[in-house]
């Protein structure tokens, strides 16, 4: 893990958040490279999920919303985690913190960091949401939270939505957006943060038909996860025991990555059933049921969840792609026998191809910089002419950059340049005219 964050930093695609301060604890910040690789991921999924479907509809929703959302949600009372403190040392841990030994609260109790016994408080439990005030007062009037999922946004819009885009049930609504959550064990790079986003879409159903749906998404989500490319054999299901279940779920599967600290989940698909949409409809006083037009019989749909972190599955995408390999032949003797590359789905990654001039003279700028402004009207290039081209191809492998251009001697004379491959490590000869055309063909998918 240790190797795939020192890469992440280097190549610019995540650093520490206010790192020049001494970090802030589990925040981190997108640079150059990490951006595109996140957008290229949520573009994915909103078109897979918005724009392919008829029955999905977009939206994005207020992080800050009515502090009555979260009581009907049933966070205030239910969001929580059991904390014990040390009266010694001061210091914080989960009730379940393995390094504990003995029952916190007896006199048996003995503190992970300061070794006291007996000093540990019996569990009590503690909000995971983040409070703030509303408008210019402090007082527990003005108090509103970070919203720790996106879902309710998309719950209390839900008959908003319905009437204005004519749906009918069963359809979906469909948001990307920040979630925030106050986690008592973050780490783990950007695996568990506290600032994050989700990807998240609720479809509304008739009750009785739930299990049908569960299951077809669980289905639809499984092939969207592999069409990330990443590498079948490091996915699987796990299916919540009943004290894993959330707070809303009666049923809920998550999809497992095997990350270099172990099997983790990076998506759920859960039944909600009607806990939501009826809560809200008591908390707020206002009917949320919907009128079938075929039957003329009026229910609270039900919900199933598919919910998605956009930097987990981000993780997963960096850690599957990270490869170390050994080189041979032409490759070997200019840039070292050993490489380090991130394999990523073409249509995926940052960058998709650099253009090298081979060397700085004889013509060869010009015309690479006539190349690199015709292609970046197309897709985002890198023109890179320092160091080797030895060096410069190991830079773009570390990147993920799926293509290497480069304009040598022969290119100058009949308008063609060697297209290197980062993973087979082949080059083709193209016509300069047709490098849009050639790089449109191997980035679809
Ligand atoms: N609306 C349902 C919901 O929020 P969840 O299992 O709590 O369910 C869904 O979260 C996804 O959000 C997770 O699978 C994970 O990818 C992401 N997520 C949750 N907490 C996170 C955190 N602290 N840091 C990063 N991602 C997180």
């Known amino acids: 893990m240790d190797k795939r964050v020192s890469l992440a930093k280097r190549r610019g695609y995540v650093f520490q958040s206010s790192e020049i301060y001494g970090g802030l604890g589990s925040v981190w910040d997108y640079g150059p490279l990490g951006v595109e690789l996140k957008k290229n ?40 985690d059991p904390l014990v403190d040390c009266k010694q040392c001061k210091n914080r841990f989960r009730a379940d913190d393995p390094k504990i030994k003995g029952t916190p609260g007896q006199p048996d109790a003995q503190c992970p960091v300061c070794g006291s016994k007996g000093t540990l408080t019996a569990p009590r439990q503690f909000n995971l949401m983040f409070k703030t005030f509303m408008g210019p007062v402090e007082e527990q009037a003005a108090v509103i939270y970070l919203r720790p999922e996106t879902a309710q946004g998309i719950y ?124 809200h409809q008591k908390h707020a006083g206002k009917k949320l049921d919907y009128l079938d037009p075929k039957t003329n019989e009026r229910f609270v749909p039900y919900v199933v969840e598919t ?62 910089h006539r190349i690199h402004d015709d292609l970046r009207r197309h897709f985002n290039v890198f023109y890179d002419d320092g160091g080797s081209i030895g060096r410069r191809y190991r830079r773009q492998d570390e990147a993920g950059t799926p293509f290497g251009i480069t304009i040598d001697g022969q290119s100058t004379q009949d308008q063609t340049v060697t297209v290197r491959d980062r993973d087979t490590l082949k080059q083709d000869r193209v016509a300069a005219g047709k490098l849009v055309e050639y790089l449109t063909q191997k980035l679809a998918g």
């Not at 999920?49 to 929703?61: F, K, S, T």
């Not at 920040?178 to 506290?194: V, Y």
Request: proline share 4%.
């Open 307 to 368: 919910s998605a972190g956009a930097d987990r599955t981000t993780l997963v995408v960096l850690c599957d792609a990270y490869r170390e390999e050994a080189v041979r032949g032409d490759e070997a003797a200019e840039g070292g026998e050993q490489r380090v590359v991130l394999k990523l789905k073409p249509s995926l990654a940052p960058l998709k191809a650099a253009v090298f001039p081979l060397v700085n003279k004889d013509g060869m700028p010009e015309l690479a």
């Open 156 to 279: 209390v819009n839900y008959l908003n939505v319905l009437q204005s885009s004519r749906q009918k049930i069963p359809f979906g609504i469909a948001q990307i957006g920040k979630a925030f959550r106050n986690e008592i064990t973050p780490g783990n790079f950007i695996f568990r943060t506290r600032e994050f986003e989700q990807m998240e879409m609720q479809f509304f159903v008739k009750p009785g038909t739930e299990t049908e749906w569960f299951e077809f998404w669980r289905g639809e989500r499984m092939k969207w996860v592999e069409g990330l490319g990443v590498r079948a054999e490091k996915l699987r299901w796990h299916q919540h025991g009943k004290d894993e279940l959330a707070h809303y779920a009666t049923d809920a599967y998550d999809i497992q990555y095997e990350f270099p600290f172990g099997w983790q989940e990076f998506e759920g698909i859960h039944n909600r059933t009607d806990f939501d949409l009826s809560n």
């Open 41 to 80: 991921i949520k573009e994915r999924w909103w078109r897979s999920m918005v724009h392919e479907r008829h029955d999905i509809e977009g939206l994005d929703a207020a992080i800050l919303m009515h502090p009555k959302v979260w009581e009907a949600s049933g966070h205030v009372a239910g969001f929580t």
